[in-house]
């Protein structure tokens, strides 16, 4: 399969953003938050069908953190710069309720649908059905393999294994260390599947316990849990936590037990995750992530593409950057923005789009 590679040229080695959260469950259709088409002007240059205006599902498995909100806010950007009215679900993490949202997009026969995060074995079938159906289909972060789906990925093997390597430099080579994970989430199998990868290359590393949960409160859930960790490994010499709620949740526990000894090796990047990072005395020295609000532009440019019949390869992959505490403060980074401005190719403007795509 081919791949489309968007080129970062970042000097450093990072996952999540801020923004309002303006979806809801879609379990009462009411609820469900649209993003607003653009104006007539803008839409005149589009394709006759995207200046009638079109429609695209997006079904999402949740939306709470800093990452869902951020990539959130960059898709209704673009969806708004395309004349795209935007239909959003949120199954809050239940399952269940996202093969719902699905079902009824599909009965809704929408323009294209967005599959945002899932279970293989809840979303699969039904993106299937859509497809069948005639439907356009972006899978972001679903384990997918029908070849008419669109999958995009954010390099999540090769971010776990660098930033797993990361940690070991870190360290010096040895030690003990905790590992945040919860298995059934695509990006989170593939970051720990690198990680299995460092650990095997490395024999001085001892992974000494693996905990996590993600739920609506994953930060909260998460520091409950790495209290006790930090409690029963006196020796623990850091902890990787490639999910910013992750890592978010353990630097809360340790501050709270006063550990000023213990690295944190974290996922994502957000304006809030910054200022978590360069806080003085904080534990998180490195994360890994791509632009969260870029990588949801470049989901709903797929989708256009998909629906309007362009060319656009099965696979689209996102690199991403490690991102170090020493070059956020030497940079006087403070915000998502100010981190843009240092890295600007983490907007992947070239990546899954063409001439008649505006800018958003």
């Known amino acids: 399969m081919r791949r489309s590679f968007a080129v970062l040229a970042a000097a ?14 879609s379990s009462d259709s009411e609820g469900e938050a649209t ?91 039904l993106i299937d059905k859509a497809v069948e159906a005639g439907i356009p289909v972006v899978a972001f972060d679903v384990e997918t393999e029908n070849p008419e789906v669109v999958s995009i990925q954010q390099s999540d093997e090769d971010a776990g294994k660098r930033l797993g390597e990361e940690l070991v430099k870190g360290i010096g ?5 905790a590992y945040t994970y919860v298995a059934g989430f695509a990006p989170l199998d593939r970051r720990n599947r690198g990680w299995e990868e460092v650990k095997k290359a490395n024999s001085g590393i001892k992974q000494v316990a693996k905990f996590g949960k993600v739920s609506d409160s994953t930060a909260n859930d998460t520091q409950e849990q790495a209290n006790a960790v930090i409690t029963a490994n006196p020796d623990l010499k850091a902890v990787l936590a490639p999910y910013d709620e992750f890592a978010k949740g353990v630097v809360n526990a340790l501050e709270q037990a006063n550990k000023t000894d213990v690295k944190v090796y974290g996922g994502d990047i957000s304006t809030p995750d910054i200022g978590v990072m360069t806080k003085e005395g904080s534990p998180w020295v490195a994360t890994i992530a791509t632009d969260p609000a870029n990588v949801g532009r470049v989901a709903v440019r797929a989708a256009a593409l ?23 403060k030497e940079n006087s980074i403070k915000t ?21 795509i505006p800018k958003s």
């Open 336 to 356: 998502l923005e100010d981190l843009r401005a240092k890295l600007p190719d983490l907007n992947t403007q070239d990546t899954a789009t063409a001439d008649w």
């Open 35 to 125: 993003s607003t088409p653009a104006a007539t002007q803008e839409a005149a240059q589009l394709p006759e069908k995207f200046s009638a205006g079109v429609k695209i599902a997006l079904v999402r498995q949740l939306a709470s953190g800093d990452y869902f909100q951020q990539w959130l806010l960059g898709a209704q950007e673009q969806a708004k710069a395309l004349n795209v009215d935007l239909r959003i679900s949120d199954a809050r993490n239940n399952n269940d309720q996202q093969a719902t949202d699905l079902q009824r997009a599909i009965d809704q026969k929408p323009d294209a649908i967005i599959v945002d995060h899932g279970l293989a074995a809840t979303v699969n079938p």
């Open 173 to 177: 080579g040895s030690g003990d260390v």
């Open 12 to 25: 450093l080695l990072v996952f999540a953003g801020c923004g309002d959260n303006t979806s809801g469950s």
């Open 306 to 328: 998909k629906l309007n019949g362009d060319a656009i390869d099965r696979e689209v992959l996102i690199p991403q950057t490690i991102i170090t505490q020493d070059f956020l």
